[in-house]
């Protein structure tokens, strides 16, 4: 509801201070990388949670791997490569070089 073209932006603006994130991203490889890039994560807490201040990470196929056979994870779009982040209020610099950093481009 943050982006102007929501059906529901003016009342997101008008119950809301600012807008939060939530997005997910597929790295290289599969299920071990991506539970590497976990691992070197510095400032995103590895957590599943939503609605905090502080930016989360979580290994999406790891979160369901007792609950979903591998067929069931697919068929909900959850691949072994996917990462969930939550931004939090930590500054968008500090943030994007810590991914920078865990996804090993610097």
């Known amino acids: 509801p943050g982006l102007p073209n929501h059906p529901q932006h003016a ?4 119950q809301m201070r600012g807008f939060g994130g939530v997005m997910a991203l597929q790295v290289r490889g599969g299920s071990r990388e991506a ?5 070197r994560l510095r400032l995103f807490a590895q957590a599943v ?6 930016s989360l990470a979580v290994h999406a196929a790891s979160m369901w791997a007792g609950s979903l056979d591998d067929d069931a994870l ?6 072994p490569n996917l ?5 939090g ?8 070089a810590d991914l920078r950093s865990a ?3 610097g």
């Open 11 to 14: 009342l997101a603006r008008r």
């Open 35 to 39: 539970e590497a890039v976990m691992k």
């Open 49 to 54: 949670s939503l609605g905090g201040v502080e």
């Open 74 to 79: 697919r068929a909900a779009g959850i691949a």
């Open 83 to 87: 990462i969930r982040l939550s931004i």
């Open 89 to 96: 209020l930590e500054h968008p610099d500090d943030l994007i």
């Open 103 to 105: 996804l090993g481009a």
